[in-house]
């Protein structure tokens, strides 16, 4: 709660901050401020405590989510500042809006009530709509917007009608109320409150990017600056898989006949549009836009194995991916600064120019794909064991096919780098900027190692 | 404790490696990062006492209260892996000492990684351990032979590394299957592994599972696609690593893991399976007279050859097991020393191919004697270290089916053939116009990297004894595994 509150004084504090012209000062009082929230947060660690009427419960669940995603925008926060050096502007209206879209996200990793769900959505997604099209005379980042917007709000009308119905059959908004009622009348339930559970897990699953609802992300994800879709394949999605956990554990944990097995094809789908789509890209931001859809469907499978590991499973998953998903797209931004390109062919022999760079990004696509002794290892182990636990053998057997299959596209970067020549001169990257890469390496083999350190809740 | 420091030291050994910036330091302190791994593994067999159960073991947390924990430990059969490894290192390492290249620190780093995954695998005592040695050990085998490889590297590397991780992802798979049905809180021990009484048909899955990640590595024929362009193209150092001792890990696997936890389905599958084997054997054996580049030669001579050990492996019979367990360590020596000799004669006559060269034994007399042994060795002839594995091996498939036995037989014929066709190609007759008359005689580096290995050909050969003690109380636990249970 009281990173809530934080985070958006601190939003609103930037734009005061654009509005004085104080263009040094924002981002290094972005990164007090965060620090602040992030440490106000882990004061809320046990305290369990309903806020407003049982409109939003923190517990742990809650703050360890907020702590992941204050924790990657701060890293997306730290590329921003290379990002747009060659803006004059303060640029105080990008810097809040990204705020504000942390402020739904958090909102949305907290909320006991689905009006509350509801706004934590809006106000991450009517955020990311605008950072979309942030860059206003390009054409492409026009077009995500508008895709971007129209798809959204089109999924933000299946889950208020899902809303809707489960208010209607249930007489309650509140996450608990209808677990309760659920449970007392689990077998007079109408028909209307299991399409009302399909529309929400719709709706959830469009902002989430989960086939057959992924259509426009890798679209928006090419057509966005580069900065922004760092920060929407991994805030937004972990927000995403947060509160589509959270949602479904409290409310519809006891009729899971209802949903289970939509959702299980849902997951197998997306694993598999996700992989085998990325195996066709030659863009970069394309690619990882997939494989961003490739690993929301391996998520779901924590959310069809619904236990008592799979919240621990999830946000170790989520940490991992997100970890090095912004990692990679540093790595982008700096390459498509100096070449004016981002397609995977630019990144041929960078491996000779920019040792360490290359090796980042290396360690980056090793962990996606899952290889041990990296953070996606153990995280995909972790998730794997728990779906397999829950007796979905089958599931598993077709995640690992698919994270077989995603190794071929998350490899494409490595040959270039290492094994083709290229005839671009040496990238230069301040040292912040290589030491910020170097420890993100650091941190996902530590992540590796010692898995436990995520695995609180 | 000295288990941890085995698998620890080449991994810090290869930072000091990466950041040496001349050339000669990183060859020297690679090889002597290596001979000190040797010479602490020797340390391990002299406080070693070879009860039977894993011993010196070492223990860290991974997954806290998930019973998964960095356990490694050795057994006889174990130690015999890892001091195969340590003793090959050193000599591939002193082979490429004169391999031309740029970026050899990270050349010899990465040799080094591979070596501390190797060691890793071989002393694992907890399945998702092995799964995560197993799968370190293909980064640094991938990245040595697609930046120090020959032409289409990248296309060939590529499908090796396609091949083995799916191999090794159905591997983890049915590991993590077998943890989930250990009682809870699970554990993922080898000894808890082994405990879980999975019924037959769930044993037919866990086989095709656990087959197809060490077939791939191992490579039995249909598996086998990747494996001869892969040892072709690789460095030197690669194909040696590959052939030498990557591959043992599989043929370890299938004795750690596929045996003891397939015990019921494996009988069912066994004609299947070594019929299949067998017949690669044949096929190899076949495709190899008809090779004229040395190091494809090598590579389909070794098909052959492991598919003898795989079949004898599978047969699950003691002797033939036994003497697999020979045959790995015959092996791993033999086709070292084989790409160690093709790696000499390219570098001096800038060939590989068979019908360019001929008359080197004249040239080099101490050359050809070595080669001579070296290939005696290969073919398996008395005295040497292939008769003692392949004997026991062709004793064990006799007793498990004689037509099996007769036709995995051939392959002492056949390599008779290929490998004395390839030495007369080579070594005899008139030098080759192509080649010049002065050449050089062998260096003292390249002498002193042979004759390690031609001495272990005449050791094992006279004396196998003392390594199949130290096999036999670790062999005679896994039987005791596979009849735990009968049906």
Known sequence: MGALISVTVLGMVIMLLGVMEKKNWILPVIMTGLVIAFGINVTEWNTNHHYFNEMMYVNNFSVAFTGVLIFMSALVFMFSGNYYKSVERPLEDIYSLMLFSLTGAILMTSFSNLVMLFLGIEILSISMYILAGSKKFDLASNEAAMKYFLTGSFATGFLLFGIALIYGSTGSFNLNEIATHNALNSHTLPQYFSIGVILLMIGLSFKLAVAPFHFWAPDVYHGSPTLITAFMATVVKIAGIAAFYRLFVISFSNVSEIWVRTLLIFSVATIFAGNLAGLYQNNMKRMLGYSSIAHAGYMIMGIVALNKTSAGALLLYSASYSLVTIAAFGIIILVREARQNDDIETFNGLARTNPYMSFTLTIAMLSLTGIPPLAGFAAKYYLFATAMEEGYLWLVILALIGSAISAVYYFKPIIAMYLKEGQHPAIQATTSYSILLVSITILTLLLGLIPSLLLII | ?487
């Open chain 2, 1 to 487: 404790m000295i288990t941890g420091l085995l698998i620890i030291i080449p991994v810090l050994g290869s930072a000091l490696v990466m950041f040496s910036r001349k050339d000669k330091n990183v060859r020297r302190n690679a090889f002597i990062i290596s001979l000190l791994e040797f010479i602490l593994s020797l340390f391990v067999l002299l406080s070693f006492t070879n009860s039977g159960l894993p011993e010196l073991s070492f223990s860290l947390p991974w997954l806290k209260g998930a019973g998964i924990s960095f356990n490694f430990a050795l057994d006889g059969l174990s130690l015999l892996m890892v001091l195969l490894t340590t003793f090959l290192f050193p000599v591939i390492i002193l082979s490429t000492s004169s391999f031309q290249s740029r970026r050899l620190n990270i050349l010899f780093g990465s040799v080094l990684i591979l070596e501390t995954a190797l060691i890793g695998v071989f002393t694992a005592r907890d399945g998702i351990m092995f799964y995560i040695f197993w799968e370190l050990a293909l980064i640094p085998a991938y990245f040595i032979t697609a930046l120090w490889g020959g032409k289409d590297r990248i296309r060939i590397t590529f499908k090796f590394f396609i091949y083995t991780m799916t191999g090794s992802l159905m591997m983890l798979g049915a590991i993590i299957w077998l943890y989930l049905h250990t009682p809870a809180p699970h554990s993922a021990d080898f000894s808890d592994l082994y405990k879980v009484a999975a019924s037959r048909n769930n044993q037919f899955w866990l086989f095709a599972a656990f087959f197809l990640a060490f077939g791939v590595k191992i490579p039995v024929v249909p598996l086998h696609t990747w494996q001869p362009d892969t040892y072709t193209e690789a460095p030197p150092a690669g194909s040696m690593i590959l052939a030498g001792v990557m591959l043992k890990m599989g043929i370890y696997g299938i004795l750690r893991m596929l045996i003891p936890l397939c015990r019921d389905a494996l009988p069912v599958l066994q004609p299947v399976i070594i019929a299949i084997v067998t017949a690669g054997i044949v096929y190899a054996s076949v495709i190899a007279i008809k090779q004229t580049d040395l190091k494809r030669f090598i590579a389909w001579v070794s098909i052959a050859h492991v598919g003898l050990i795989t079949a004898g492996v599978l047969s699950m019979n003691s002797i033939a097991i036994r003497g697999a367990v020979i045959q790995m360590i015959s092996h791993g020596i033999n086709v070292v020393g084989l790409f160690v000799i093709t790696d000499i004669i390219q570098r001096r006559y800038n060939t590989r191919e068979m019908n360019n060269l001929g008359g080197i034994a004249r040239l080099d007399p101490l050359l050809g004697t070595l080669f001579m042994i070296i290939l005696l060795g290969t073919i398996a002839l008395p005295l040497t270290n292939g008769f003692v594995g392949e004997f026991m091996l062709l004793l064990g498939l006799f007793k498990y089916n004689s037509w099996i036995a007769a036709l995995a037989g051939t392959t002492v014929i056949f390599s008779a053939v290929y490998m004395l066709r390839m030495y007369q190609k080579v070594m005899l007759g008139t030098a080759s116009s192509g080649l010049s008359p002065e050449m050089k005689q062998l260096s003292v580096v390249e002498i002193a990297t042979l004759i390690p290995l031609v001495i272990m050909v005449l050791v094992i050969g006279c004396f196998p004894g003392p390594f199949l003690k130290l096999a036999e109380p670790a062999l005679e636990n896994i039987y005791a595994l596979i009849i735990v249970i009968p049906n």
